[in-house]
């Protein structure tokens, strides 16, 4: 109760500075503490608007949470605030057309998340775009600029395509594969791949990119790869398709992860949740979440059995 009641007040400051927050150029969304702490943003703008969600503990400093287009409403659920005691929220609506998702906050500036489908999913940083298992029709992408890094995890066909690859890579982009993925490329897509076995790593575009192992029953040990990438002073890790195994558990330092769950091909929620809470991500987004059955893995259940109390924040968001 003493969490909503400061929350409340600063939900109540946020507004009464109204004037000073329009002189700025923003204006204050509405916010709404949910049940396990997290908190409900809505923020309405024309359809069709850029708009960006900024928080701030001080009303001084402010950092983007998320950048979104505008479907008349935009509603963002702020994963993070069950760990402030007191958060502010801004918006304001963008120019320009611009990447949406969410933002982490990086050496070099931010770093954008944007899901696709499934395993796949874009990030831009640094003016550069990072593409992670691209696959499916090259229409998921046509919205997207082009690929300078693709990260390929293993040769399973909802996460390798020559054609998508094909289709994303820009003039002088780099994919990064295990070798199982590279004997099966065309020709143009070898010259323009670096093969990572599991522990060596490389950089690319000014990033760093270690290769952890990925396997259980269902893929073989050594022929797939995870990866830590490191960036602008930050770790993410993408898991690829791996069971509850030791080496993910031992991952250290992880500010972002990308973690798998669907039954049988993967880990069950209660081994995802036994895996993140090993490893304490700062973050994490369960993603490559649809069953063999068509059905969806339980999200809700995997973000409350990770709970609050080891400070992990859930990010469930639309993959599917």
Same mark, same amino acid.
């Given at each position: 109760?003493?969490?909503?009641?400061?929350?409340?007040?600063?939900?109540?400051? $946020? *507004?009464?500075? &109204?004037?000073? +927050?329009?002189?700025?150029? =923003?204006?204050?969304?509405?916010?709404?503490?949910?049940? !396990? @702490?997290?908190?409900?943003?809505?923020?309405?703008?024309?359809?069709?608007?850029?708009?960006?969600?900024?928080?701030?503990?001080?009303?001084?400093?402010?950092?983007?949470?998320?950048?979104?287009?505008?479907?008349?409403?935009?509603?963002?659920?702020?994963?993070?605030?069950?760990?402030?005691?007191?958060?502010?929220?801004?918006?304001?609506?963008?120019?320009?057309?611009?990447?949406?998702?969410?933002? $982490? *906050?990086?050496? &070099?500036?931010? +770093?954008?998340?944007?899901? =696709?489908?499934?395993?796949?999913?874009?990030?831009?940083? !640094? @003016?550069?775009?990072?593409?992670?298992?691209?696959?499916?029709?090259?229409?998921?992408?046509?919205?997207?600029?082009?690929?300078?890094?693709?990260?390929?995890?293993?040769?399973?066909?909802?996460?390798?395509?020559?054609?998508?690859?094909?289709?994303?890579?820009?003039?002088?982009?780099?994919?990064?594969?295990?070798?199982?993925?590279?004997?099966?490329?065309?020709?143009?897509?070898?010259?323009?791949?670096?093969?990572?076995?599991?522990?060596?790593?490389?950089?690319?575009?000014?990033?760093?990119?270690?290769?952890?192992?990925?396997? !259980?029953?269902?893929?073989?040990?050594?022929?797939?790869?995870?990866?830590?990438?490191?960036?602008?002073?930050?770790?993410?890790?993408?898991?690829?398709?791996?069971?509850?195994?030791?080496?993910?558990?031992?991952?250290?330092?992880?500010?972002?992860?990308?973690?798998?769950?669907?039954?049988?091909?993967?880990?069950?929620?209660?081994?995802?949740?036994?895996?993140?809470?090993?490893?304490?991500?700062?973050?994490?987004?369960?993603?490559?979440?649809?069953?063999?059955?068509?059905?969806?893995?339980?999200?809700?259940?995997?973000?409350?059995?990770?709970?609050?109390?080891?400070?992990?924040?859930?990010?469930?968001?639309?993959?599917?």
């Amino acid at each position: 109760m003493k969490r909503f009641v400061r929350f409340a007040t600063v939900a109540m400051s $946020l *507004a009464g500075l &109204a004037w000073l +927050l329009r002189a700025d150029g =923003v204006t204050a969304p509405t916010v709404q503490r949910m049940a !396990n @702490g997290d908190v409900q943003i809505q923020y309405k703008a024309a359809s069709g608007t850029y708009c960006r969600i900024e928080t701030s503990t001080d009303l001084q400093s402010w950092a983007s949470l998320v950048t979104a287009q505008s479907t008349g409403t935009v509603n963002y659920t702020d994963a993070a605030a069950p760990y402030f005691p007191k958060r502010f929220y801004r918006a304001r609506e963008l120019a320009a057309a611009t990447l949406t998702g969410d933002h $982490l *906050a990086t050496s &070099a500036g931010d +770093l954008v998340i944007h899901p =696709v489908n499934h395993a796949s999913f874009v990030m831009s940083w !640094n @003016g550069r775009m990072i593409y992670n298992d691209p696959v499916g029709a090259s229409s998921l992408y046509s919205g997207f600029a082009k690929a300078d890094l693709i990260l390929v995890s293993h040769s399973h066909s909802d996460h390798y395509s020559n054609t998508t690859l094909a289709a994303v890579l820009n003039a002088g982009g780099k994919i990064i594969a295990p070798q199982a993925v590279f004997n099966s490329m065309t020709a143009a897509l070898k010259a323009a791949t670096t093969v990572l076995v599991n522990g060596a790593g490389t950089t690319a575009i000014g990033l760093t990119v270690d290769a952890i192992p990925a396997y !259980n029953a269902n893929h073989p040990l050594g022929t797939g790869n995870g990866y830590v990438v490191t960036l602008g002073g930050k770790r993410l890790y993408m898991s690829g398709d791996t069971g509850a195994i030791a080496e993910t558990r031992a991952l250290q330092n992880i500010d972002v992860a990308f973690l798998c769950m669907n039954v049988p091909f993967t880990m069950t929620v209660a081994d995802a949740v036994s895996v993140t809470r090993d490893f304490r991500p700062k973050a994490v987004y369960p993603y490559h979440y649809r069953n063999q059955d068509n059905s969806l893995a339980d999200l809700a259940g995997y973000k409350a059995q990770v709970g609050t109390d080891l400070g992990i924040e859930v990010r469930l968001r639309t993959w599917y």
